[in-house]
């Protein structure tokens, strides 16, 4: 007798569940999609345990008659696509129909539902595949599946269940992917009694976001700045974090085809290039990218759960997000604003509390600190005020507007601070990273118009260079020449440096050349062009730039600040690094309570 059997349809679902159902949040996912795709403007998730014990979604939807309400639980029933040609252009968030099914194998569900045209609603129950008969129920219109004791029987699987806690993250973040990509809709979240979340469908985007996003503290609105574009079949929006709130992980990056959470490596790749120069390489920036394309652009059915699709053009999606969120990014003023922390005043601290118990450790803590407060000096700190910019400064290689006059108060601090005073407050610029991004950005005009300008050495610079550094030289000779570096084999085993570029004045060439050989070396497996070059410019800029620590006279700064006014893109380090920080007298006047 053969060994090989036809699995029974409750083992086929068991196994179905497996991929689709990995824990309560799936459940939460997949029946908030079904209730989205049954039109529904109202959808309740009520949780008990993490979802272990309960989760229960109630919708205002089509809903289902008796007759759709015994066959939606059964493995391959669905109503969105009837034929082949269907899978084409899938327009809907589910398709395979097999999440009831799946969910219904694993657990007790209790489903009552009613449709417009219908005197009644109906009733099924169904433990862990058992299904019971259709019996009439009470209910509004719409559907509620309430599933009961995940994973019951199932001991393997209910093991793999973390903490409530744990569950409920989960539970969230599938909430939140959902709730972000449907602002219409009216939305609420229940835990244990206790109201996570009640969305409102007239909400903006910006106020949905701040209320499912605490931990980001957004300040404001202009915390993201808004893309947009609209071209080649592909409508793109974004909120774009700016560089003030990026994070150490890709956390919050959210990205949305025609209203389904993907996630894609090309589009991530995409965002990456974006925030080139904008970010320190380590930090994400947060970003919301909804795109809508045509359905039959790209394929769905690739992944059980979705979040993974196919395009036929990722190329063109992969430009189309890259340009739309670069162009918006590099014409946006990312200038970082000083976050003053929230001070609390310890007299109107005590107005608010009243708490006699708070009172006195105040008490204690305002003697304390008389006491050990050394008495102080005052401090003299005297602002100097610049003249106009005079020619005979030094030359520095940015042109001066001579129209802009710099009646700016300034001081630089620890050496390595400039402090200025703006027309609304006053700046705190990082004299290094301004110095590095204003060089940056000449030596890029420079090198797209054509090469950098270069100066005889009078005593050329050698050093000992061995065979593959050499190999170096030679693979990378049209890049040397375009910056101005001219180099000659200098006896055996040695090169010399015989002209350097102007623009590098202050940086040892010899150093420099060792560096960049270095550089490129590292980078030999690297077909990017254009990268390269810009790696190259950025450690240009870094060690031609004046340093932190280093004293600067009053025209030397007067020309920095000029020439931070004059640059295109100073508010960021090549790094990106912040170079200078914003304070408003607004804020300060917050700050000190006088508004
Ligand atoms: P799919 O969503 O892939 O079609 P499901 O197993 O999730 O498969 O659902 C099966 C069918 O049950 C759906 O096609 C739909 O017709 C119906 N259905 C499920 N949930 C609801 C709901 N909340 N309201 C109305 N109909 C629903
Ligand atoms: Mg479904």
Do not use: W
């Not at 007759?67 to 082949?84: C, G, Q, R, V």
């Not at 019971?132 to 019951?152: A, H, L």
């Not at 029987?153 to 409920?168: D, G, I, S």
């Not at 940086?507 to 030999?524: G, H």
């Amino acid at each position: 007798m053969g060994r090989i059997l036809a699995l029974d349809r409750n083992m086929i679902n068991m196994i179905a569940a497996g991929e689709v159902i990995e824990r309560p949040a799936s459940v939460v996912k997949e029946l908030m999609e079904n209730s989205i795709d049954a039109g529904a403007t109202r959808i309740a998730v009520v949780v008990e345990d993490g979802g272990r014990k309960l989760i229960s979604i109630t919708d205002n939807g089509r809903g289902m008659d008796g007759e759709d309400l015994a066959n939606a639980f059964e493995a391959h029933t669905t109503s969105k696509i009837k034929t082949s040609s269907d899978l084409e252009a899938i327009s809907t968030l589910g398709f395979r129909g097999e999440a009831l099914a799946s969910i219904a194998s694993v657990a007790q569900v209790r489903t009552v539902s009613r449709t417009k045209d219908s005197p009644g609603a109906n009733c099924i129950e169904i433990d862990c595949g058992s299904k019971g008969r259709v019996t009439p129920g009470s209910g509004d219109y719409g559907t509620t599946i309430q599933i009961r004791d995940i994973f019951y029987k199932l001991p393997a699987r209910r093991k793999f269940l973390r903490t409530a806690n744990t569950e409920m993250g989960h539970i969230r973040e599938q909430f939140t992917r959902i709730a972000l990509a449907n602002d219409g809709l009216d939305l609420m979240l229940t835990h244990k009694g206790k109201e996570l979340h009640r969305l409102g469908s007239g909400e903006t985007h910006y106020q949905r976001i701040a209320e499912l996003f605490p931990g980001l503290s957004l300040r404001g609105s202009d915390d993201l700045i808004e893309a947009e574009s609209n071209e080649k079949g592909l409508h793109i929006s974004a909120l774009l974090g700016k560089p003030g709130i990026s994070r150490p992980n890709s956390k919050f990056q959210y990205i949305f085809l025609n209203g389904r959470f993907i996630r894609d490596k090309s589009i991530s790749h995409a965002i990456r290039e974006a925030y080139r120069g904008l970010l320190e390489p380590n930090r994400f920036p947060v970003v919301f990218l909804f795109i809508r394309m045509p359905y039959e652009d790209y394929d769905v059915n690739v992944h059980p759960t979705k979040v993974e699709i196919r395009f036929y053009n990722a190329n063109l999606v992969h430009s189309q997000v890259l340009g739309a969120l670069r162009e918006k990014l590099l014409r946006t003023d990312m200038q970082a604003e000083a976050r003053l922390p929230d001070v609390e005043y310890a007299d109107s601290h005590l107005r608010r509390s009243g708490a006699v118990r708070d009172q006195r450790i105040s008490d204690a803590m305002a003697e304390f600190f008389k006491k050990q407060r050394p008495a102080q000096r005052q401090q003299q700190i005297s602002f100097r005020s610049a003249p106009a910019p005079s020619p005979s400064g030094r030359a520095r290689e940015l042109p001066r507007e001579s129209a802009v006059q710099y009646d700016t108060k300034f001081l630089q601090i620890h050496d390595s601070f400039i402090v200025a005073q703006t027309d609304d407050g006053f700046v705190i610029v990082d004299q290094h990273a301004l110095h590095e991004s204003i060089i940056y950005d000449s030596l890029c005009k420079r090198v797209r118009e054509s090469k950098l300008q270069s100066q005889k050495l009078l005593i050329p610079e050698s050093f000992e260079l061995n065979a593959s550094g050499f190999d170096v030289v030679k693979n990378n000779a049209e890049l040397i020449e375009k910056l101005g570096i001219e180099l000659v084999p200098f006896g055996p085993g040695t090169i010399a440096v015989q002209a350097f570029p102007t623009l590098l004045s202050d940086v040892k060439p010899a150093d420099f050349v060792r560096d960049l050989l270095d550089l490129l070396d590292r980078s030999e497996a690297s077909p990017d062009a254009e990268r390269l070059l810009d790696d190259v410019l950025n450690m240009a800029a870094c060690k031609a730039a004046i340093k932190a620590g280093q004293k600067l006279t009053d025209s030397e700064i007067e020309q920095l600040l000029a020439d931070r006014h004059n640059a295109e893109s100073a508010s960021r380090c090549p790094h990106g690094r912040p170079t200078t920080i914003k304070f408003s007298v607004a804020d300060l006047e917050k700050q000190f309570k006088r508004t």
